[in-house]
């Protein structure tokens, strides 16, 4: 199984950006899928994600700023990032709990991460 990030970059503050995770390989089932972000010297946090009930869960710092949506059909999972601020400079990376085909259990899932500045 592989999560494919796209859809970082510089942007100004107040601007927007959209993420993109795909992913592919031998999947029976995707039970959730999201973000979490790394700035420089801090821990990694969650962004936003679907829960495994179907809903969707955000930070405090980017609710009414993000929003998470998907692509079922395609197994890839959105976030539309509006509002930009400097504080949410960060390398952003997908996650996603899968089960394969391949073992039929519930396994943990890393994309490359793909960096998002938001500068003057």
């Known amino acids: 199984v592989q999560l494919q990030a796209s859809g970082g970059g510089l942007v100004q503050p107040g601007g927007s950006l959209r993420l993109s995770c795909a992913a592919s390989?031998?999947?029976?089932?995707?039970?959730?899928m999201g973000w979490y972000r790394q700035a420089p010297g801090k821990q990694r946090e969650l962004v936003a994600t679907?829960?495994?009930?179907?809903?969707?869960a955000y930070a405090n710092s980017v609710k009414g700023r993000f929003t998470i949506s998907r692509d079922n059909a395609k197994n890839t999972v959105y976030l539309q990032m509006n509002s930009l601020k400097p504080e949410d400079t960060a390398v952003y990376y997908c996650?996603?709990?899968?089960?394969?085909?391949?073992?039929?259990?519930?396994?943990?899932?890393w994309g490359q991460g793909t960096q998002v500045t938001v500068s003057s």
């Open positions: 996650n996603a709990l899968i089960i394969t085909i391949e073992t039929m259990t519930r396994d943990g899932y």
């Open positions: 390989g031998s999947i029976f089932r995707i039970n959730t």
């Open positions: 679907f829960t495994s009930g179907g809903g969707t």
